[in-house]
């Protein structure tokens, strides 16, 4: 019979455990300064004007050296 004690208190013990753990969480998700709408959309923007950017200069790479691979062919 003592098992079966000791299974319920591990039992709660890991309970309890998971609490403490969730309400640490949202005591750190309350410290977090959060980006208004306004920066999210800013950065969001600018994100994909670079990614953009780096698909034409690699598109342009890559016609450049065919180009010169064609030549030399």
Do not use: H
Not at 33 to 38: H, I, M, Q
Request: with cysteine; glycine share 6%.
């Amino acid at each position: 019979m003592p098992k079966k004690k000791d299974a319920k208190a591990k039992k709660k013990k890991n309970t309890s455990k998971k609490e403490g753990l969730f309400k640490g969480i949202r005591l750190e998700l309350k410290k977090v300064s959060w980006p208004s709408r306004k920066e999210v959309l800013k950065y969001s923007a600018a994100t994909l004007v670079l990614c953009i950017v780096v698909v034409v200069f690699f598109q342009l790479l890559d016609l450049g050296l065919s180009v010169i691979k064609g030549v030399f062919n």
